[in-house]
């Protein structure tokens, strides 16, 4: 596969509008209900299918029905599966999203199988025969938080792979652990808040530049409408977001990744890239979904 995802894989069951959740046994009619492949590596795993790249994910789910589902929908979309383990007696994780008018999305999430997933669960010839391997959510998958799996990760580099990483979480208890991957990507994309927290500096400015001294290549700070920062030995650019109405921001960091990673193994430079991933992005905020609109070759 020329990309492989690594990491967490959630089934997430959106709705919108919702404005209050009712009261008692009360009814809310809504416009739109979905249910979806999301997750830092399973998100952005559909994203790059459903964009043209050949793409396997690797990570854990349970043996139950949201299971089942998970898989299905994601091979429905062209993703290879094998790599994915199946946990007997866990649950798949899983969010519930009641998306509020203007975009936002409050959660109610199940971490399941994905605190669980090991160095052992991953099929070291896949991964190091990659063109990009993009590790999703790392900060929640602890059983990679491994020398071996840094060891795996320093392989594939020495081989030409491309390594990315993005994160899931926004709790700091999280964000240390996620410092010791950063001598082992080439490229990180955390959210703003993230790089905050990770970095401890005032300004995403400053975080970039201070976690770009850490070991990767690049540092990419993605900022919602405010566009992205990218921080390479160049300097720190702004990347503007476009101005798109916005339906639901869920998955739209994954679907930056996805473009992002697409356009690296284009052959672009990181500016280009991030503006390939930008494009992404915009498309999934104009609907539901960590998929939506999504459909055929990104040109920003």
């Known amino acids: 596969m020329t990309v492989v995802t690594v990491g967490v894989q959630i089934v997430d069951v959106l709705a919108r509008p919702v404005e209050s959740i009712p009261s008692g046994q009360d009814t809310h009619l809504l416009e739109q209900i979905r249910i979806t492949a999301a997750g830092a590596a399973a998100g952005t795993a559909v994203a790059l299918a459903k964009i043209g790249v050949p ?6 789910v349970g043996d139950d029905e949201l299971g089942d589902f998970l898989l299905m929908i994601m091979e429905r979309h062209g993703v290879d599966v094998s790599g994915v383990v199946r946990r007997t007696g866990e649950q798949t994780s899983a969010s519930i999203l009641p998306i509020r008018p203007d975009g936002g999305r409050p959660s109610f999430h199940v971490p399941g199988a994905n605190l669980g997933l090991a160095t052992a669960d991953i099929d070291a010839g896949r991964l190091t025969a990659a063109k990009l391997v993009h590790l999703g959510g790392m900060d929640v998958t602890w059983g990679l938080h491994d020398p071996e799996f840094y060891a795996l990760l320093g392989k594939a580099r020495e081989g030409g792979t491309i390594v990315t990483l ?12 996620v410092r010791a991957f950063l001598p082992h990507v080439d490229y990180l994309l955390p959210n703003e808040e993230q790089a905050l927290m990770l ?28 566009g992205s920062l990218v921080a390479t030995a160049d300097g720190v650019t702004a990347v503007p977001a476009l101005d798109v109405p916005v339906v639901d921001t869920t998955g739209c960091g994954d679907a930056y990744c ?43």
């Open 55 to 60: 793409v396997a994910t690797m990570g854990a």
């Open 199 to 226: 970095s401890g500096a005032a300004t995403p400015e400053e975080a970039a530049a201070a976690l770009l001294g850490e070991g990767p290549k690049g540092v990419i700070v993605t900022r919602g409408s405010e």
């Open 166 to 177: 993005d994160l899931l979480s926004n709790l700091p208890d999280l964000m240390p652990a």
């Open 258 to 300: 996805a473009g992002f990673a697409a356009g690296l193994l284009r052959g672009r430079d990181v500016l280009g890239a991030a503006r390939l991933g930008t494009a992404a992005a915009a498309r999934v905020a104009g609907g539901l979904g960590s998929d939506a609109g999504l459909d055929g070759p990104l040109d920003d």
